[in-house]
């Protein structure tokens, strides 16, 4: 199994403890503005900021991210106050 499918594994496992739902996941993007230029981007929901933020210390998700980290570059963010009316 590839490293990136082991990760997949334990980070979906990890996603559906903590009542995670993907909302969106793009395997190809195109930079219109601006200098990001990730490969692939998923968005993840959860219930709370708190509960996104147990979700990524978690040891579940440590253990897969330490995966990640051997195989991908990646960035965290959590949206704690999302924008109203937009």
Same mark, same amino acid.
């Given at each position: 199994?590839?490293m990136?499918? /082991?990760? #997949? =594994?334990?980070a +979906? #496992?990890? &996603?559906e /403890?903590? /009542? +995670?739902?993907?909302? *969106?996941r ?5 930079? &219109?503005? +601006? !200098?990001w230029?990730? %490969?692939?981007? @998923?968005? @993840? =929901?959860?219930?709370?900021? %708190?509960?996104? #933020?147990?979700f990524?210390?978690?040891?579940? !998700? #440590? ?11 990646? *960035? @965290?963010? &959590?949206?704690?106050t999302?924008?109203? +009316?937009?």
């Amino acid at each position: 199994m590839s490293m990136f499918l /082991k990760y #997949k =594994e334990l980070a +979906g #496992k990890a &996603i559906e /403890k903590y /009542k +995670g739902r993907v909302v *969106c996941r793009a395997v190809s993007t195109e930079v &219109i503005r +601006g !200098y990001w230029d990730p %490969e692939r981007i @998923i968005i @993840i =929901e959860f219930d709370s900021p %708190e509960i996104a #933020k147990d979700f990524c210390l978690s040891d579940e !998700y #440590k253990h897969a991210n330490t995966i990640s980290a051997e195989c991908t570059i990646n *960035c @965290i963010h &959590i949206v704690i106050t999302p924008a109203d +009316g937009f």
